[in-house]
């Protein structure tokens, strides 16, 4: 039994129009999908949390035609949380079609980026890696980022409140983009905060992360 880090680029007419958003509107950041159900051939509820906008991304959720209902609630940090019953597309099919041919277990989040990037770690062979990746159509590049044996997962990474803060307010000025766009000092801004205090939590929160990945927790 191994653990694949696995980072799937779409195709511009498989991406989501939600997903979307985050190539095309700077106030979407990233998507975290926590949890699914295909409820039947013809609609899916899923769970996910968002770094966005509330006024755009609601907005986008409204005009979004095969969305059935949803309720989306704010969160910390700026955050938003989002239950939503939908109608699978012909790429969302392929894909649950492609696992479930397989023993392959997914462990949330399904993390989505810009760049029509989606990142998931499964569990399983690979073997029945190897059978997901040949039942995807044209157009799906995927790519193993890592290869380890299986280990507990441990859960969602521990960082504080005031961390999670000062990531958040990170991505939104820049900080995190090549090249860089932002500084801690637009950090401390965002936080009314010092900027060596904005420094402190944005480096203790890397420093749990990057423990987190080492250690195989994410």
């Known amino acids: 039994m191994r653990s694949f880090t696995v980072t799937i680029r779409m195709p511009e007419w498989a991406q989501h129009p939600m997903h979307r958003l985050i190539d095309d509107h700077e106030a979407v950041h990233r998507s975290e999908m926590l949890e699914w159900n295909v409820t039947s051939e013809d609609r899916i509820a899923l769970i996910f949390r968002v770094l966005a906008d509330r006024d755009v991304y609601e907005g986008a959720l409204q005009e979004t035609t095969s969305i059935r209902e949803y309720e989306l609630v704010d969160g910390q940090s700026g955050e938003l949380y989002l239950y939503v019953r ?75 409140g005031r961390q999670r803060e000062a990531l958040a307010a990170a991505e939104r000025v820049g900080y995190y983009e090549i090249p860089r766009e932002g500084s801690v000092s637009d950090v401390a801004n965002e936080l009314d905060i010092s900027t060596s205090t ?21």
């Open 86 to 160: 939908d109608a699978p597309s012909e790429s969302d099919r392929t894909l649950y079609e492609a696992f479930v041919e397989t023993d392959l277990v997914a462990v949330p989040p399904v993390t989505f980026l810009s760049g029509r990037r989606l990142t998931l770690q499964v569990l399983g062979s690979a073997a029945d890696v190897e059978v997901v990746v040949d039942a995807l159509p044209d157009g799906f590049d995927v790519e193993l980022e890592a290869v380890t044996a299986m280990q507990p997962t441990g859960g969602r990474v521990g960082l504080t």
């Open 198 to 218: 904005a420094g402190d939590h944005l480096r203790k929160a890397e420093a749990s992360l990057a423990r987190s990945y080492l250690d195989g927790r994410f």
